[in-house]
């Protein structure tokens, strides 16, 4: 009893011809109705039921990444947590160094010990946005992934989100950086393996796989604060770097550049077998958390707006996302091009929330 005209989407454009569409009736208005099939089920009742006795975890993660916020929603997940092995329930009583999976597709994590530590460049080797030194108090219980998001972990994701993280990527081109495009995450210009860290991925790509995430595991994950990163990266450590060592002492704890790197600034100090790409994830030796690849391999995004500096920084943990420049975004670690002053634990630089490079990755914590 009226014309119907599609608000978003285009019936008529085989790209965009699926899923479902919004329709507005012209004349006369009625009240919204879900939206029904034939014997006036609606289309989450009809997949609920054709999953509910299913013993496929698969079934359950399919349905929550289809209705997140559905009426059979708690009950997908309550299935998941009964057909996953793997899924082992986490408290605050577990001790810290304990290390467990929430679903066979999620990030293996580590529990971090509460504690404080100073924040920042103590050494006076620094830049003036490592400074003030501060002291932070992180006195909660938190779990921290064991390694950067992998490519398995990480395509598991895409293809039951469809998130799409574009197709152009900063690569090095031998002689400088550019964006080509045909480079992304699956490609990002050198040869990985799935235990790889994912790379080519910007902050919204990575906030995408956190909310995935937990509406696949009905857990609470996020990513670091920057003071978090700090505290897990130093690992109760009070030198430059996690391993009370030199610089020399990278060869065994991260992966950055080469004696053979062709970077201008050509002072790498190893030669790890890794020039110009990525290491798989836990080639190198974990810091006294049990965390590995703190430095190097590929920076990791962290939660923070970038300051210039530390003046009024929270002393509690959290992210720091007021004042500032919500638009850049912290990165921490240092990556496989990186000289060994950019791997320390207190360095820091930020970058466009939307950039995507090949040396750039994350890692996620989960709230106890």
């Known amino acids: 009893n009226g014309r119907q005209t599609p608000r978003n989407g285009k019936l008529n454009d085989p790209d965009l011809n699926r899923g479902d569409f919004i329709f507005q009736v012209s004349a006369p208005a009625r009240p919204a109705a879900p939206v029904a099939s034939a014997g006036g089920q609606t289309v989450g009742m009809m997949f609920w039921q054709s999953i509910q006795d299913s013993d496929l975890p698969g079934d359950f993660r399919a349905y929550l990444d289809r209705f997140p916020a559905g009426t059979f929603a708690p009950l997908a997940r309550n299935r998941l947590a009964v057909l996953s092995p793997e899924s082992k ?63 398995a972990e990480y395509t598991a994701f895409a293809q039951a989100s469809e998130h799409d993280a574009g197709n152009e990527c900063f690569v090095f081109n031998g002689r400088k950086w550019e964006a080509l495009t045909g480079k992304n995450w699956r490609d990002p210009g050198f040869a990985q393996t799935a235990r790889d860290p994912v790379t080519c991925i910007s902050w ?28 897990a990266a130093r690992a109760g450590s009070t030198t430059q770097y996690a ?28 030669a790890d077998g890794f020039d110009e790409r990525t290491a798989p994830v836990g080639n190198f030796a974990a810091n006294g958390f049990g965390l590995h690849d703190m430095h190097g391999n590929v920076w990791e995004w962290v939660g923070d707006c970038w300051h210039d500096n530390y003046g009024n920084a929270p002393a509690n943990g959290a992210a720091w996302t007021t004042g500032g420049d919500c638009n850049r975004r912290v990165l921490r670690g240092g ?11 207190a360095f820091r630089v930020g970058d466009r929330a939307t950039a995507r490079y090949n040396f750039i990755g994350f890692r996620v914590a989960r709230e106890l």
């Open 89 to 151: 329930p986490v408290t605050v009583a577990q001790r810290a160094g304990d290390t467990f999976r929430d679903c066979p597709e999620c990030p293996e994590m580590v529990v971090a010990p509460p504690g404080t530590f100073l924040m920042g460049d103590r050494d006076g080797v620094g830049r003036s946005y490592e400074l003030p030194p501060h002291d932070v108090r992180i006195d909660y219980s938190l779990a921290i992934g064991r390694f950067e998001i992998t490519r």
């Open 335 to 345: 990556s496989w091009d990186s000289r060994p002053g950019n791997m320390r634990s």
């Open 243 to 270: 391993f009370n060592g030199s610089e020399g002492e990278l060869c065994t704890h991260g992966n950055g550049a080469d004696r053979n790197t062709p970077f201008d600034w050509r002072n790498g100090k190893c």
């Open 204 to 231: 919204n790509d990575a906030q995408a796989y956190v909310s995935w995430l937990n509406r696949t595991t009905g857990k609470r994950y996020r990513l670091l604060s920057e003071a978090e990163w700090e505290y």
